[in-house]
């Protein structure tokens, strides 16, 4: 990472920071604001609201014009957090106990529903003249991701997907809020159309490259530089980048058994693990991983080449080398 990308991002996160400290204050009832605090204040490597700036820049907009649309997606990204939590019954994020578990789950439920609604005042805030249409592409970013958390769950249970569908589901529940971002970004700065659907594309693939490994470090990565629990897809029987491509290849005999078993335990985690590294399904991860940034880098090329286009280049380096 060069030290004027590493300098950029950290003034970017730390407008993003500050403002969410002016907009998410403890106030009465605690029993509400608390929790949502908790939730916002362990600050996240706040990917999303960084790359809509960073597009919005690179097309010529600047920060005063962006920086609610960016926060405001960082606090949708934390309620859809902490509801996935829930769902996925994890007792860990960032290295902490997650919402629902040091509360509980009605105390998780109401402040994801705030972090939502005070995103929507956040994003109120954006310009009169391109209010509507953003307030669209959030909307329906959203309802895109409720639907694929909605196949996420629906997975769980059933026998055979394949890559196309695994796909379709991380571009929901992942890769929309990333397009959303970069999509965002682009309007803001009055992008003509090409290029807002170049950073759509730049922004999806991403996402989809960012899920899946994320669905990676959550077999081989270890709990503390994580932050999140380790073997907790297998655990939940979630059609994760890996099951999908072990169970499609022409070893699932040598997996199906436990990947199915009704209770897995750690041994059995370690197992399936190491049957995923013996097959190539842990390489074809990695592969998949850096052939989905490629067409990510490719998008990049309808941007004016500039300071910020560089940045974005070399924010695609670091999704492949994320370690947390
Ligand atoms: C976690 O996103 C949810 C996924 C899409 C895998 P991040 O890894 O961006 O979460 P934080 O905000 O940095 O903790
Ligand atoms: C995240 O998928 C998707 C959303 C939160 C919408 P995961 O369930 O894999 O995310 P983590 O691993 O819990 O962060
Ligand atoms: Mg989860
Ligand atoms: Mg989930
Ligand atoms: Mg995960």
């Known amino acids: 990472m060069t030290d004027a990308f590493k300098g950029k991002l950290s003034f970017l996160k730390d407008r993003v920071t500050k403002r969410i400290e002016q907009v998410i204050v403890p106030k009465?009832?605690?029993s509400l604001y608390d929790p949502m605090l908790y939730a916002v204040s362990s600050s996240g490597k706040q990917l999303r609201p960084v790359l809509l700036m960073l597009v919005n820049e690179a097309l010529g907009g600047d920060l005063a014009q962006s920086i609610h649309a960016a926060v405001s997606l960082e606090l949708i990204h934390n309620f859809t957090l902490v509801h996935d939590d829930?769902?996925?019954?994890?007792?860990l994020r960032r290295g902490r106990e997650t919402v629902f578990k040091r509360w509980d789950e009605n105390v998780a439920i109401l402040a994801g529903d705030g972090l939502l609604v005070m995103a929507y005042l956040e994003l109120a805030q954006t310009s009169p003249d391109s209010l509507a249409k953003v307030l669209h592409v959030f909307s329906q970013g959203i309802l895109e991701v409720c639907e694929g958390q909605t196949l996420d769950k629906d997975f769980e249970t059933r026998e055979e997907i394949s890559l196309q569908e695994y796909y379709e589901m991380i571009?929901?529940?992942?890769?929309?809020?990333?397009?959303?971002a970069c999509q965002v970004g682009a309007l803001l700065a009055g992008a003509h159309e090409e290029q807002t659907a170049a950073m759509v594309q730049y922004g999806k693939m991403i996402g989809r490259a960012f899920q899946i490994q994320d669905d990676l470090l959550d077999a081989i990565s270890q709990e503390y530089v994580f932050g999140k629990n380790i073997g907790s897809d297998l655990e939940e029987h979630k059609k994760s980048f890996l099951v999908v491509h072990a169970l499609n290849s022409p070893y699932r005999d040598k997996c199906e058994r436990l990947i199915k078993k009704e209770k897995i335990t750690s041994g059995d985690i370690q197992k399936i693990v190491?049957?995923?590294?013996?097959?190539?399904?842990?390489?074809?991860?990695?592969n998949e991983i850096l052939q989905t940034l490629s067409h990510a880098r490719n998008a990049l090329a309808e941007l004016p080449a500039n300071e910020n286009r560089d940045f974005l280049s070399e924010l695609i380096d670091t999704i492949a080398t994320r370690k947390s």
Do not use: E, N, R, Y
């Not at 829930?86 to 007792?91: G, K």
């Open 171 to 180: 571009d929901k529940k992942t890769g929309q809020l990333f397009a959303v």
């Open 28 to 30: 009465s009832p605690l």
């Open 86 to 91: 829930i769902m996925d019954h994890d007792d």
């Open 274 to 286: 190491q049957i995923f590294k013996k097959i190539g399904t842990i390489d074809a991860a990695k």
